[in-house]
């Protein structure tokens, strides 16, 4: 069964070219910062002093410090999406859907490797905690993917047991503070989705 497309995570809305003028110079702020100080540091009144506008216009653009991370992590959110919804196996649509399921975790695990400080901080709040449009795409798609692989269950349940494993802060945690390479979580997750999908190894 093929698997229904997914929304695009916080799809684009036409931008008047001042605007994104705007979007970018701030988030070009924000990523020197990030670079320079580490995510903690970044304020909205610092990225506002960095790109040299009023705090008011950061807060109009992005709304809260959790907005201005999402607006961050949106690129990457987009290639992955694009990735799984239209890209090659093993990601995308002609592989086995539990092949996909695997390699959908793997992927989300490596980019917690390259920008897990901006997404602990953009999950870091109430507003996209368990909302956020990315964290509504990552689970559809898997819960589709659980679906299609038939697996018995509340697969909106397991959908959600399998995304916690992949949760920035957690990860960040595993590897930081306990020591464990990100190969091992890795590893561990992709044994967690075949005890889920109840079979011993990744279909060929």
Not at 76 to 100: C, K, N, S, W, Y
Not at 173 to 190: K, N, S, V
Request: charged share 25%.
């Amino acid at each position: 069964m093929n698997s229904p497309l997914l929304p695009l995570v916080d799809a684009e809305i036409p931008e008047r070219c001042d605007a994104a003028r705007n979007r970018k110079l701030l988030l070009d702020a924000a990523a020197t910062l990030v670079a320079e100080r580490g995510v903690d540091a970044v304020t909205m009144e610092v990225v506002a002093a960095k790109a040299g506008v009023g705090k008011g216009t950061v807060f109009r653009r992005f709304g809260s410090r959790s907005g201005l991370m999402n607006a961050m992590l949106d690129h990457t959110e987009r290639e992955l999406q694009h990735a799984f919804m239209f890209g090659p196996p093993p990601l995308g649509p002609d592989a086995d859907p539990i092949v996909r399921l695997v390699a959908f975790g793997r992927a989300r695990l490596d980019m917690v490797a390259v920008q897990g400080d901006i997404l602990r901080a953009a999950e870091n709040s109430p507003e996209f905690r368990f909302s956020g449009p990315a964290r509504a795409v990552s689970l559809r798609h898997i819960v589709t993917l659980l679906t299609d692989a038939q697996v018995d269950g509340d697969v909106e349940l397991l959908g959600t047991a399998l995304l916690a494993p992949l949760d920035a802060a957690l990860v960040l945690y595993q590897c930081r503070t306990l020591g464990m390479p990100i190969e091992r979580i890795a590893d561990g997750w992709q044994d967690l989705a075949l005890r889920i999908a109840r079979i011993d190894a990744l279909p060929d």
